[in-house]
């Protein structure tokens, strides 16, 4: 009998909180800077109102909650936040396994995020993933120009591996990447080790809570 989720021949990773746990880490940058400006929003509000957007985004939505942001202010938090990121991040447990795996029986691999390829520099830099993506696997909002939700930036992606959609799997752990990956017509898997569940089921996404858990998603064991 065919496999009912045959194995993809490119995996996408989203970077923050997917590769590297850097979302907490950025969240509280931001909670400490927008109380500065007349917004107090837990860390957890903060979580789920920014995880997976971009920060003009989140400008937009911060000033709608009453934020006083000056115009320069992206160029601001994206300063506090890489600050931060520099004094060290971590990778998110079981990606060296899953990177050597993929590696090891030859499927594709990249990252596709909303961040830039500096901030990716930083945090997959100090952990020594930055030449395993860097040039050829990595795919930046801020160098295409387009941002999920939008899936022009998996599709980006699977047009430079020659990969049809069908044929690739995303890794996402944000509601905008799973609703982007949904819209590119690629199958998601939604990595949830916190509280974000509904938001990812929502969209289509198929939960998992570590990343041992995807190369049997995928079909390899």
Not at 73 to 80: G, L, T
Not at 91 to 119: D, H, R, W, Y
Request: proline residues 5%.
């Amino acid at each position: 009998m065919p496999q009912t989720n045959p194995t993809p021949k490119l995996v996408i990773f989203d970077c923050d909180g997917v590769l590297v746990d850097s979302e907490t880490l950025s969240n509280q940058v931001l909670v400490d800077n927008l109380a500065r400006y007349g917004l107090h929003i837990s860390l957890d509000r903060s979580m789920e109102l920014f995880v997976g957007g971009t920060m003009k985004g989140v400008m937009q939505k911060a000033r709608s909650l009453g934020a006083d942001l000056p115009a320069d202010w992206v160029s601001e938090v994206y300063d506090e936040t890489y600050t931060r990121l520099r004094q060290g991040v971590a990778l998110v447990p079981g990606i060296p396994e899953l990177l050597a795996t993929l590696k090891e029986v030859g499927i594709a691999f990249c990252v596709a995020s909303n961040g830039s390829e500096e901030k990716m520099q930083i945090t997959l830099g100090q952990n020594g993933l930055w030449e395993l993506f860097h040039p050829h696997a990595m795919f930046s909002a801020h160098s295409l120009g387009v941002a999920k939700p939008d899936p022009d930036l998996f599709l980006a992606a699977a047009s430079h591996f020659d990969v049809q959609a069908r044929d690739c799997v995303v890794i996402e752990d944000s509601a905008n990447g799973a609703l982007a990956a949904a819209r590119a017509g690629m199958r998601c898997l939604g990595y949830a080790p916190h509280d974000n569940a509904a938001s990812l089921k929502s969209h289509g996404a198929e939960l998992f809570h570590h990343m041992k858990e995807v190369p049997t998603l995928i079909g390899l064991s």
